[in-house]
């Protein structure tokens, strides 16, 4: 599989396949007893160039902190045995030497026995003081031995309020050791002992290279069939937050020997090479080839028992990591950072990354496939009892999946599924979850967006995860959401939405939008026809390829009642939604389905009206009252709503 979402077709190679499948565990083994221990090379940064970046040596104080004895308060500096006494009832007069201490001010005069000497916050204790008393507990007494004087109303003891020399760091003490992590604090630490300049590990050095014929760079024409290069930015990104210095190369198409150069010419100037895509077993993945003539040992694993990430290819080559990640973006980025980012932490010096996790229910059954680890990742929303987990269903090619999720879970390979209800542990993606102001499940409409844009810039944190009508439905009766939006029509009734409301929900109307037929325009067998007879039309003719909508999508609802039980050719591509249906149609994968007419004028397309159907809105009647709900209704009844859904293609209702 290359960095692509479609294979290369080559009927005349027949593919390899993979013999030998390791699980998750022995791959990583074998991988990391092939790299480690390894000595990793270090250089010197001055501390504003060190933040990040792991020591790569112990680090001993040089000096004390504080160099001195130094006050904590602005006073006067004594001797705490002249006040042992001292009391509101028996105030103790003290002659004031004829000294000011402040910060940076070194003290010439002792404090002798009856005298005291002004001090500031942080100035340095004189010879003869032993404590500090505030200057709240004292008060001007006039003379005394021709000095003048002030008179205490309160004992000291030894010590008060005075910060000893190496109090905080003492001289030779180990300040820092070899593998800490360089943040502020440790910067403060180092400052503070006047240290500029520590050894760090240095970055291990990746180069970055995507392979495949049908990548094209952003910001560059998108040529027929082709894709933009999703990987290389986001393995390069994925390398520097990982700890190391990431160099993308570009991308080579699957030509072996413009490939081999590139990767020995990669290898020579780095110490990783990641490449995505050529990994499968296909006549046009060829990266695999090449690397056993690179070095010892060459390939450790080929083939892991990873859901999304079977291709997965690891290899070491003369002490090198080679990594060829799989395809898709998601599989690609599970694998990365499942099995590689440890060992790039180690070669960076850095200690092993700290996943933060939070368990949480998940809703709804997850098949998996038994024999593998299945990674699924999953957006987070706050339930009645806690955390509530839903899967992304939008598979291993996409790449918003890892944008809007907020974790993933794992499935082990001895499981073939996770029933509904399970608690599970999610890993997040960032150390911290922010739960969403607003959830909204149920079926996706392009005019959610508009309406929900006002309380996205405002601040508001809105989840809409798609799952059809009937699942949003199941979702606001089980607390899970705010809105669950729908398009359900009841056959007896003949109404929309009101019929499958249960108790505790309440319907808000939101707008109309006509469903119809879509086709391409100059599909000629459907001109002129109404939806009744454009769907008759293409069940007469075998050729006719249709394509579907999920189970559960309202559209699908009004589908198998035009086919009345006919399964024409299509019927089974049932994708979840109405841009994927005019996808299929414009790209000639299909002739006809259902979609929304915004849409269909988007595509280009020909659309056929059959119903205006009604988008409204089930409100978990607990959960009106809150502020980003209230925001979300007056967004939806506002003029500037209404008018956005309008120029958009759709009548508020």
Request: hydrophobic share 45%.
């Amino acid at each position: 599989m290359t960095n692509s979402f479609m294979p290369k077709p080559n009927p005349s190679v027949e593919q390899d396949q993979f013999l030998t499948i390791l699980s998750r565990e022995e791959a990583l083994a074998r991988f990391e007893a092939a790299l480690f221990p390894r000595q990793l090379p270090s250089e010197r940064r001055r501390l504003a160039d060190a933040l990040g970046r792991a020591l790569a040596e112990d680090v001993v104080a040089p000096i004390d902190v504080p160099p001195f004895d130094r006050s904590n308060v602005d006073g006067f500096a004594v001797r705490s045995a002249d006040l042992a006494r001292a009391g509101e009832a028996a105030p103790v007069q003290l002659a004031l030497n004829d000294e000011t201490i402040s910060c940076g001010i070194a003290p010439t005069v002792p404090v002798l026995p009856g005298t005291a000497t002004a001090i500031a916050t942080g100035g340095p204790v004189p010879r003869g003081a032993d404590a500090v008393v505030m200057v709240e507990y004292t008060q001007p007494a006039g003379q005394a031995g021709g000095n003048a004087a002030i008179e205490v109303r309160r004992a000291a003891s030894p010590g008060q309020f005075v910060s000893y020399a190496g109090s905080d760091i003492a001289r030779g003490e180990a300040l820092l050791r070899a593998g800490t992590m360089i943040g502020s604090r440790e910067i403060g630490m180092l400052a503070a002992c006047g240290i500029a300049e520590v050894a760090v590990t240095r970055r291990p050095r990746v180069a970055i290279l995507s392979t495949g014929d049908e990548l094209v760079q952003p910001g560059e024409t998108l040529r027929p069939a082709a894709i933009f290069d999703t990987n290389g930015a986001i393995v390069t990104a994925a390398i520097a937050e990982s700890g190391g210095e990431a160099a993308f190369l570009g991308a080579i198409a699957d030509n072996e020997a413009m490939l081999e150069a590139a990767m020995r010419k990669a290898l020579a100037d780095s110490d990783m090479l990641v490449l995505s895509g050529g990994t499968s077993k296909g006549a046009g993945d060829v990266s695999h080839r090449i690397i056993a003539r690179f070095g010892k040992p060459g390939i450790i694993a080929h083939g892991v028992a990873l859901k999304p990430g079977k291709p997965l290819c690891l290899a070491v080559c003369d002490g090198r990591p080679v990594v060829i990640l799989p395809g898709f973006p998601t599989s690609a980025m599970f694998t990365f950072h499942d099995m590689i980012v440890p060992a790039l932490r180690r070669m960076a010096g850095l200690p092993p990354r700290s996943d933060a996790t939070v368990a949480a229910k998940v809703p709804v059954r997850v098949a998996s496939e038994l024999g593998r680890t299945e990674f699924v990742m999953v957006s987070l929303v706050e339930g009645a009892d806690g955390l509530i987990a839903y899967p992304s269903g939008k598979g291993s090619g996409a790449i918003t999946s890892f944008a809007q999720a907020d974790g993933f879970l794992k499935i082990e390979a001895l499981a073939d599924q996770l029933p509904a209800g399970s608690e599970a542990e999610v890993t997040l993606f960032t150390p911290h979850v922010r739960v969403p102001d607003l959830v909204i499940v149920g079926s996706h409409c392009t005019g959610l967006d508009l309406v929900t844009a006002p309380l996205a810039h405002a601040g508001l944190v809105v989840r809409s995860i798609a799952v059809g009508s009937l699942g949003g439905l199941a979702a606001a009766k089980r607390g899970e959401c705010d809105l669950a939006p729908i398009h359900l029509f009841d056959d007896k009734t003949e109404t929309y939405n009101t019929p499958y409301l249960a108790d505790g929900l309440e319907l808000v109307p939101g707008w109309r939008r006509m469903q119809g037929i879509v086709f391409r325009r100059d599909d000629t067998r459907f001109a002129g026809l109404s939806a009744e007879q454009a769907v008759r039309a293409a069940l007469a003719d075998p050729a006719c390829i249709m394509v579907n909508r999920n189970q559960g999508a309202g559209t699908r609802i009004l589908i198998d009642r035009l086919l009345a039980g006919s399964r024409p050719d299509g019927y089974w591509n049932q994708p979840r939604s109405h841009n994927a249906v005019a996808a299929a149609v414009a790209q000639h994968r299909a002739d006809w389905g259902m979609t929304i007419a915004p849409v269909a004028d988007a595509s280009g397309l020909g659309f056929i009206p059959l119903a205006e159907e009604h988008y409204d809105f089930a409100l978990v009647t607990a959960r009106k009252h809150r502020p980003a709900v209230q925001a979300f209704l007056d967004a939806l009844a506002s003029d500037e709503g209404r008018a956005a859904l309008t120029k958009a293609g759709f009548r508020p209702a």
